[in-house]
């Protein structure tokens, strides 16, 4: 019988639940966005951790439903466990942990970061060894991944991640929450050359990033353009996006340049932006390096990711007790 490991994402403000098998890839996947958030121009705790009590148990079951799937006949179950705001990861775990107690079926942990890497699983078998670039709402990293389970993180943001400065820059320019999709959409009709923008830590000699800069300098642009015409709203989020790729794209090349590795991946909410993966492409394809990612869906948080985390867990035989906890932060760890 095929092995079908279920997944449970609640780790910030989306309730998600997916299947995934080793031979069929992601069977179903349901993922369920709160709008709430929206009227606060961010994700409110609160909020999130009610409403994922209120999605999750109709979410699972329309997931088992569809799928024509039982709970016993499970090869396993995989929970984000952190990082994440504690009240919505504790609803998806407790939830795991009930499903597992109740038909003891194997019991997983897995960290977010290492779900986000490999959603670049479900598109095909992973060409490794490489480097992800890990570029979401709470994370900026670039992770050397010898083999599924093992990582060393070698360059890290000092201040914001890519996606906050993404979703601070579209508050400043009073566009809809989430930033990051509405600084993409208002910049495709802007000039990324329009305003100079800093591209913090460029000449530090690391793999380090920086944005706390950015933000500061788009504040203090938007604060001396005065009114915002459309142009310059574009204008302004098209110079703002080119200095966050750019900055991506160097420490990209210098961390391909100093590990030889052939391959690359882009993994988190902002791997999702057309503009990184086109730069990202053209600039290591010259270096001779590949780049690949995983489909907008499997970039942002989704529970297909965690199932197949589950599957390769669960598969080397790395299980958790019903005394799993949750961690609101934690780097991502080696394990194989
Ligand atoms: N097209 C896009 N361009 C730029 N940024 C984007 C795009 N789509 C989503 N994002 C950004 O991705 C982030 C959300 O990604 P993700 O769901 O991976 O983050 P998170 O789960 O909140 O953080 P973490 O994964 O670090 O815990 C948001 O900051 C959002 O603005
Ligand atoms: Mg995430």
């Known amino acids: 019988m095929e092995d079908l490991f279920l997944g449970i994402e609640t780790s910030c403000d989306d309730t998600s639940c997916a299947l995934y098998s080793l031979d069929r890839g992601v069977v179903l ?47 396993g179950i995989g929970v984000t466990n952190g990082p994440g705001l504690t009240g919505s990861l504790l609803v998806g775990l407790s939830f795991a942990k009930a499903l597992a107690y109740g038909s003891g079926r194997p019991l997983v942990g897995i960290h977010h970061i290492e779900g986000h890497i490999l959603a670049n699983a479900l598109e095909g078998e992973l060409e490794l060894p490489a480097i992800v670039l890990v570029v979401s709402g709470g994370h900026t990293q670039l992770v050397s991944m010898e083999r599924i389970g093992r990582y060393r993180v070698i360059g890290s943001t000092r201040d914001d991640a890519a996606g906050e400065a993404f979703d601070k820059i579209g508050k400043l320019l009073g566009l809809p929450f989430p930033g990051g999709p509405s600084v993409e959409r208002e910049a495709r009709a802007g000039n990324p050359a329009a305003f100079d923008f800093p591209r913090g830590l460029r000449r530090s000699g690391d793999r380090d990033f920086s944005f706390s800069s950015l933000k500061t300098a788009v504040r203090l642009k938007v604060e001396s353009l005065g009114a915002l015409t459309p142009r310059l709203v574009s204008d302004v989020a ?14 990209s090349l210098a961390a391909a340049a100093e590990t030889g590795v052939r391959q690359f991946y882009l993994a988190g909410g902002v791997a999702a932006n057309g503009r990184l993966r086109e730069r990202m492409a053209a600039g290591l394809g010259e270096a001779g390096v590949a780049v690949s990612w995983p489909r907008p869906v499997y970039c942002t948080d989704n529970a297909a990711m965690i199932a197949c985390a589950a599957c390769h867990h669960i598969r080397a035989g790395r299980t958790d007790g019903l005394e799993l906890n949750t961690f609101p932060r934690g780097a991502l760890m080696s394990w194989s």
């Not at 369920?32 to 109709?58: C, F, K, N, T, W």
């Not at 098209?238 to 420490?251: G, H, N």
């Open 238 to 251: 098209a110079s703002a996006q080119e200095a966050i790729v750019d900055a991506l794209l160097e420490k």
């Open 29 to 75: 996947h349901r993922t369920a966005a709160q709008l709430d958030h929206r009227r606060y121009g961010g994700v409110v705790p609160e909020i999130a951790s009610r409403s994922h009590m209120r999605s999750l148990l109709p979410l699972y079951e329309t997931v088992m439903g569809e799928a024509g799937a039982s709970l016993s006949s499970l090869a």
